[in-house]
């Protein structure tokens, strides 16, 4: 059977859990080989753990389900390098890459004013939201333009839209990703290599997702697990809560052919939230 990404190969980076395993396994079930990125270790100064192996080797697990090639690399986007060599690795076990999903981020060290915030923990936020996903994007990029073809997915937030108080590492991270999606998408665009965001409100973390996000921007803001989706709700102009799902669908237009004549476009799965 033909899928929407039959005969594509994809990376996507934080694979491990949540949104990224989410869009792992909507790719794979439209026909995508995939790349599956995340640090799957802990990083300094972020107060929450990040996925493990096991948690990725189950993403690719799933993907394997759905008759996906996968390849699994543990690379921290921090490290240029490692990116570079998840590039490599991708076209050269598949032949060619033709979609990049930025998924991999961090809420936190966060919940505090802004002057609060340590050079560390700023950096550290900056670090992995936006030179993380501009280190996969100019190793995908020099392959994509040489191609001439190819589509590259940024998984902002509406922390890229509007402010959040006590949030300025993120919201400035995030803010920095939108700006590049424009950037490069013009850069890009006289090859056929489009770059696009997707702008999540908050993402119910989800059994089978395992994401671990909203109740941790919970936490930080001194809400408690139990009650976190509940407080979220409350901010939320549809009354509820978006699904990883809702952002991997998002995410499946933007890498196929469908939006073919979209770029640097910016797209909120956030229930209303940035419309007010
Ligand atoms: N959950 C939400 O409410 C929400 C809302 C808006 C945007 N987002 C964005 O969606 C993306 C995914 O969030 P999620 O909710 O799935 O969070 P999550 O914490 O459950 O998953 C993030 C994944 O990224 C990986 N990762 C972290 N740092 C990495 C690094 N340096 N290198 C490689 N991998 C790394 C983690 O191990 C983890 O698997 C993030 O970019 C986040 O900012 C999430």
Same mark, same amino acid.
């Given at each position: 059977m033909s899928g929407r990404l039959t005969g594509r190969t994809a990376i996507v980076t934080g694979a491990g859990r949540g949104v990224?395993?989410?869009?792992? =396994?909507?790719?794979?079930?439209?026909?995508?080989?995939?790349?599956l990125v995340d640090i799957a270790a802990d990083l300094p100064h972020v107060p929450y753990p990040a996925a493990t192996p096991s948690q990725l080797d189950h993403t690719a697990r799933l993907c394997r389900e759905q008759g996906a090639a996968v390849l699994t690399a543990r690379a921290d986007v921090r490290d240029a390098a490692a990116c570079e060599r998840v590039v490599?690795?991708?076209?050269?076990?598949?032949?060619?890459?033709?979609?990049?999903?930025n998924n991999a981020g961090i809420a936190g060290p966060s919940g505090r004013i802004v002057h609060?915030?340590?050079?560390?923990?700023?950096?550290?936020m900056i670090d992995v939201n936006l030179n993380g996903a501009w280190r996969m994007l100019k190793a995908a990029g020099a392959s994509m333009v040489a191609a001439r073809s190819g589509s590259i997915?940024?998984?902002?937030?509406?922390?890229?839209?509007?402010?959040?108080?006590n949030f300025a590492g993120y919201v400035a991270s995030k803010h920095g990703l939108v700006g590049l999606t424009k950037a490069a998408a013009l850069d890009y665009a006289p090859?056929?290599?489009?770059?696009?965001?997707?702008?999540?409100?908050?993402?119910?973390?989800g059994e089978a997702w395992?994401?671990?996000?909203?109740?941790e921007i919970?936490?930080?803001?001194?809400? @408690?697990?139990?009650?976190?989706?509940? @407080?979220?709700?409350?901010?939320?102009?549809?009354? =509820?809560?978006v699904e990883a799902d809702d952002v991997a669908g998002a995410a499946l237009w933007l890498a196929s052919e469908e939006s073919r004549h979209?770029?640097?476009?910016?797209? =909120?799965?956030?229930?209303?939230?940035?419309?007010?």
């Open positions: 990224g395993r989410a869009c792992a =396994t909507a790719f794979a079930a439209q026909g995508a080989d995939l790349v490599a690795d991708a076209v050269d076990r598949f032949g060619s890459l033709d979609v990049l999903v609060e915030v340590t050079e560390d923990e700023w950096a550290v997915v940024n998984i902002a937030s509406t922390a890229g839209l509007v402010g959040y108080r090859y056929r290599v489009r770059v696009n965001a997707v702008c999540p409100g908050s993402v119910r973390d395992e994401g671990r996000m909203l109740v919970g936490r930080s803001i001194g809400i @408690e697990p139990a009650d976190h989706e509940a @407080e979220f709700i409350t901010q939320m102009p549809m009354n =509820t809560l979209s770029t640097g476009g910016v797209i =909120t799965v956030d229930a209303g939230y940035s419309a007010r």
